[in-house]
């Protein structure tokens, strides 16, 4: 079976096929650092994550992935001039802050997040080129911008599927210096009253490049001039990701074959943003609620269906977590290593469902079926299914990244990977002491064992297939 993918060009599903076979080039739109991510933010990064480790693991792709830093814009700018810092000190704060949130959610590290202000000569490159090419032109005002002249492009609006005349006007600049007012910025010369330091040198004057170019100039430096797929939120969609195709067609790139955009999350249906006063900051939410439950509520409803938060939606994902994860502490002691190996054979209806323009919410109904199905071959005293059944969960979880087993949860969780394993060892050797204390009618002894263990808040359940143990639930204040 072939994965195939939503292509916002053409509308429709087809097979997925890369440019250089057996690898895949992903360019992620990642966040401008002018403030700390809310989980609004950072629903693309584990949309994206799910998609690479779908491809890695469940069809062999090397995946390349970059996930850039915007950290020069006019906003950062703003909010450096109302506080006085420093703009590129507010920009690493919140970059650091960002990393933290995606690391805490379990977003794998990407091949490489480049800093736009590191590649300033690779924008000027391609900007250099468009002018050249006649689809771009320095503002006659001496500004120093640089616009990128949207009718000189035939194709302009292919993406949203608009036609120019129907589009809003590019608030980025003086629309004074323009030939069209929808022309958009490759380049803003530098102003009197921005500091020296957010200026770099061109043939056109000094200044800061546009956000289009920017996204533009890092793809091509790390995917080449032909890459396979290009994503970010849907909100990028105009006019962001329309100008980095027209802009980086007219210089003679293919650029991206697919295009992937996730859908919002948010509240009392609008989108989540600071503006509304309803953003949940990663590092709050993550205080409150289990780093992994805050993961599987964002990862279970279709990249491109809208999440719609409100009271008790994370609590919800905490007790899908716990079914997973309570199927798996049952298993686990019949069960040498449950880490993944990759000679799991993933269920048809799983695979079925990822495939399907990754169909994360049909697959994690497969994930709970199996467990189901787990949790009903212990009963049966059948552990040696019960073994084949968990390492199937670990292995999808692990796909969605919603493994409880998964050593990257053992710190944020307190109770998952490597802390797992040692304390169901210690717990199975006083289950295996007390078994050994009944069998000869010690039952003192078997009863202060357990005693022990409900002390430490363990529970056993005693069954026809053997002990079964469980920690208890703290009880609510």
């Known amino acids: 079976m072939t994965l195939r993918l939503f292509d916002s060009l053409s509308r429709e599903l087809r097979d997925f096929v890369p440019v250089v076979p057996g690898k895949a080039g992903i360019y992620i739109c990642g966040l401008t650092t002018q403030s700390p991510p809310h989980i609004g933010h950072v629903r693309f990064a584990v949309a994206f994550d799910i998609l690479r480790r779908w491809l890695e693991r469940g069809h062999g792709y090397d995946v390349t992935l970059i996930r850039n830093v915007t950290d020069i814009d006019d906003k950062i700018l703003a909010k450096s001039a109302e506080s006085g810092d420093p703009w590129y000190a507010i920009s690493y704060r919140h970059e650091i802050e960002t990393a933290d949130a995606l690391e805490d959610l379990g977003v794998l590290p990407p091949t490489y997040e480049p800093r736009a202000t590191g590649h300033v000569p690779e924008m000027v490159a391609l900007m250099e080129t468009l002018v050249e090419k006649g689809h ?60 020296g330091t957010a200026s770099w040198p061109t043939p056109f004057g000094p200044g800061r490049p546009g956000w289009h170019l920017e996204c533009s100039a890092m793809a091509r430096k790390y995917l080449g001039d032909t890459f396979d797929i290009h994503g970010g939120g849907v909100d990028l969609r105009f006019p962001h990701h329309e100008n980095e195709i ?137 552990h ?28 944020a969780d307190g109770d998952g990977g490597a802390a797992l394993t040692a304390l169901e060892a210690l717990v199975r050797d006083r289950i295996d002491a007390r078994a050994q204390a009944r069998s000869s009618r010690d039952y003192a002894t078997a009863d202060a064992i357990r005693d022990q263990l409900t002390a430490a808040g363990v529970t056993l359940e005693d069954t026809a297939a053997g002990a079964r143990w469980s920690l208890a639930r703290p009880k609510a204040d």
């Open 136 to 195: 771009a032109y320095p503002a006659a005002d001496e500004s120093g911008d640089v616009y990128f002249d949207v009718r000189s492009w035939p194709d302009y609006g292919e993406l949203t599927r608009q036609s120019i005349d129907d589009m809003a006007e590019a608030e980025d600049a003086d629309p004074r210096g323009k030939h069209d007012p929808r022309d958009f910025a490759l380049w803003k010369g530098h102003k009197p009253e921005e500091p």
């Open 246 to 382: 027209a802009q980086s067609r007219a210089a003679g790139l293919g650029f991206a074959n697919y295009w992937l955009h996730n859908a919002w999350v948010t509240t009392g249906g609008e989108k989540m943003s600071k503006s509304l006063g309803n953003s949940l900051r990663v590092s709050e939410i993550v205080k409150e609620h289990r780093p992994l439950a805050v993961r599987y509520y964002l990862s279970a409803a279709h990249y491109r269906s809208t999440i719609e938060y409100h009271p008790g939606s994370i609590e919800e994902a905490g007790a899908a977590v716990e079914r997973i994860e309570g199927f798996l502490h049952r298993a686990l002691p019949r069960v040498l290593s449950l880490v993944p190996d990759g000679s799991e054979e993933l269920p048809a209806e799983f695979r079925e469902a990822m495939d399907d323009d990754l169909g994360v919410s049909g697959a994690l109904a497969v994930v709970h079926e199996t467990v189901r199905a787990g949790n009903t071959a212990l009963d049966d005293g059948d």
């Open 384 to 411: 040696e299914d019960a073994a084949v059944i968990a390492r199937q969960v670990v292995a999808m979880a692990d796909v969605i990244g919603v493994n409880p087993l998964d050593p990257l949860w053992s710190e």
